[in-house]
């Protein structure tokens, strides 16, 4: 089975702290992505890779980075955390196989205060 | 508005009944999927439809496809309590690259 893990369930952070948010998938997948879930709006994307040091930006990519540098880990970065960061992020992964099945870690829910 | 909206947003019914969701979207899509989410949990991917079937089971799981209408439903037969979640569909639209879409979710909850 494949497995996706985060690095934490829960997180709390200050205003302005940088947040590490890491996800680890032990299947060889090459695609990566990082999404955020909000009540009412869904899931959206805010970036995937698609191979070591590769990147794409998502449908909201402001306020976040991200970094690939080994092919089973992908970080979400918030530079400067604010308060509308606030939200379930959940990474998942996929084959390179054009759109195929995701495969989702538990989420991280965060809370910037 | 989004690619994919489901319908209803909530859903209440007695175990054993059928449970049944939809799924609308706008651009054409390569394959449409749906996943569940348990309370407070990643996704589970639960069946993947192509733009060229019609309909395809998966245990209790039907889903079928109208590209002509653009739409898709799930159907969950002699639901249980367990199967009391919240369920996407999500889009694989046609130059979309490797992305999905997801839609804003139908909650179910399944009573005793």
């Known amino acids: 089975d494949v497995k996706v893990t985060q690095s934490s369930r829960y997180l709390v952070k200050r205003t302005g702290e940088k947040v590490f948010l890491e996800c680890v998938q032990d299947m060889d997948h090459e695609n990566m992505f990082w999404y955020r879930q909000d009540p009412g709006l869904g899931l959206r994307l805010i970036y995937f890779s698609y191979d070591v040091k590769m990147k794409e930006k998502g449908d909201i990519p402001e306020g976040y980075s991200v970094s690939r540098e080994k092919k089973e880990r992908f970080s979400l970065i918030l530079e400067s955390a604010s308060t509308n960061q606030t939200s379930m992020y959940l990474c998942?992964?996929?084959?390179?196989?054009?759109?195929?099945?995701?495969?989702f870690g538990p989420g991280t829910r965060l809370l910037v205060l | 508005s989004q690619q994919g909206e489901e319908d209803p947003q909530a859903l209440s019914i007695q175990e054993g009944e059928n449970a049944t969701m939809n799924c609308s979207y706008k651009?054409?899509?390569?394959?449409l999927q749906w996943y569940r989410q348990n309370s407070g949990r990643g996704l589970v991917h639960l069946i993947l439809i192509r733009s060229n079937e019609r309909e395809k089971h998966s245990g209790r799981l039907r889903v079928t496809l109208d590209t002509s209408k653009k739409s898709s439903s799930l159907l969950i037969t002699a639901s249980r309590a367990a199967d009391t979640a919240s369920y996407f569909c999500a889009t694989a639209v046609v130059g979309g690259g490797n992305k999905l879409t997801f839609g804003t979710g139908t909650q179910l909850k399944v009573e005793l």
């Open positions: 998942a992964s996929s084959l390179v196989v054009y759109q195929e099945t995701q495969y």
């Open positions: 651009t054409s899509i390569n394959n």
